[in-house]
């Protein structure tokens, strides 16, 4: 983990423009998401409006990107477990078996010998992936000819991104046809010794890791590098760099507005933003009122909820959750019921309907339905951003809510 823990540091330090996650290789060692001032996040395309979503060639620096020797690849059959790695010795086709390849079959260092890869580790509930999700797109689009392979390792933050049947969902919703593997045990996650979500690693001709960039945002600097890379292939005539617009979910933040940050429901990562009158009991279905008037960054529960280590879960409805926020988008990880049956629900800002400020998973009455684990926007200010006390009531027992993001 040094290299990876040093290369960090470094970054923070010079004040790189930045906003990612950072995980510890395991589920329970969430460090905390970092947010670094002048970010420079991108547009990508939208996955739920992805035909208002364009991309156009601009004009790339001149400059040339510096490149290191970072380690060799490792071979992607690190995504099977110790155990089944102990087991392999005696089934040879352990690894097509137990590691989930969507879009393609499995790939290992010896099939991508001589090609340029692109390692993106992304979930597909995280805002800061999906925002990086749409120039890794074109990307794989553009070079794939040139030579290069994309291939979207999916690690897991909540217990739901492990189910292939929902990564499935997602890669159709995003439009993302380049291999997938699903690393739900965090193999290849260790194999790098990743910490961040979206993190991209940089792979050259030889197997070899010669760049690697943590978070949003450097989207030319990422690109020279892929050039740069596959022009040592032998290619040519590599020129410009993509641009990607979109709206929705996927559109670049307020940085400048942005002031509350990522919030969990679940009491994995704290509870020091919980503002309900009642203690927050653990693991046990507990009733709950909201606060009178919370602080901003402040949240609270009304109703029967069971709150476990990730999320909270509706018990009888209806129920509420509240949250005092600042923030031109508010969105909200959200799950159906454990059948699948789909939970309605109401949202309000300051106590009436969100009206034009509507998120694209709410209309304007504030009314919305989840129909499968992903991340819901449910508020985007059209105006000036203030301070707003967002309300969501759930109409159906079974909800299991997350995590607050904001962009």
């Not at 492990?162 to 593997?181: I, S």
């Not at 005539?237 to 507005?257: F, Q």
């Not at 969105?331 to 400020?357: I, M, S």
């Amino acid at each position: 983990m040094n290299r990876v823990l040093l290369s960090a540091a470094m970054l923070v330090v010079v004040a790189v423009t930045l906003d990612w996650k950072t995980k510890l290789p395991t589920m329970s060692s969430f460090v905390s998401t970092a947010v670094v001032t002048a970010k420079a996040g991108q547009p990508l395309i939208g996955a739920f409006q992805s035909d208002e979503a364009s991309a156009v060639t601009a004009s790339a620096a001149e400059s040339q990107p510096a490149l290191d020797d970072e380690g060799p690849l490792p071979d992607l059959d690190g995504a099977l477990t110790a155990r089944q790695k102990q087991a392999s010795s005696h089934n040879e086709g352990l690894m097509a078996q137990n590691v989930a390849w969507l879009n393609s079959a499995p790939l290992n260092r010896e099939s991508l010998r001589g090609k340029v890869v692109l390692v993106d580790f992304w979930t597909y509930s995280c805002i800061n992936s999906l925002r990086n999700l749409g120039y890794v797109k074109r990307w794989a689009a553009k070079y794939k000819s040139a030579g290069l392979v994309v291939i979207g390792v999916h690690t897991p933050e909540f217990a739901f991104e492990k189910e292939r049947a929902n990564v499935a969902m997602a890669l159709r919703e995003f439009r993302v046809t380049y291999p997938v593997p699903v690393d739900s045990d965090y193999a290849i996650w260790h194999a790098l010794n990743n910490q961040y979500w979206p993190a991209d690693y940089f792979v050259d001709g030889k197997e070899r890791i010669r760049h690697h960039h943590f978070g949003e945002g450097d989207y030319a600097e990422s690109e020279r590098v892929i050039q740069e890379l596959l022009k040592e292939n032998g290619a040519a005539g590599l020129s410009g760099t993509v641009s990607v617009a979109s709206k929705g979910i996927e559109a670049p933040p307020d940085w400048a507005d942005e002031d509350s940050p990522e919030t969990y429901i679940g009491y994995q990562h704290g509870t020091e933003h919980f503002a309900s009158t009642e203690r927050l009991v653990r693991d046990s279905p507990a009733s709950y009122s909201l606060p009178a008037s919370p602080f901003l960054n402040q949240s609270g529960l009304s109703g029967t909820w069971n709150v476990g280590a990730e999320s909270g879960v509706l018990q009888v409805a209806p129920g509420k959750i509240v949250f005092r926020f600042h923030s031109r988008d508010l969105h909200l990880v959200l799950g159906p019921a454990k059948n699948g049956k789909p939970v309605r629900f109401r949202v309000k800002l300051d106590g009436t309907a969100p009206g034009n400020d509507h998120g694209v998973d709410s209309a304007s009455d504030g009314t919305g339905e989840v129909k499968w684990p992903r991340l819901y926007q449910l508020i985007r200010q059209k105006g000036q951003v203030e301070d707003r006390t967002f309300e969501i009531e759930f109409q159906d027992p079974g909800a299991h809510a997350y995590v607050f993001t904001f962009g």
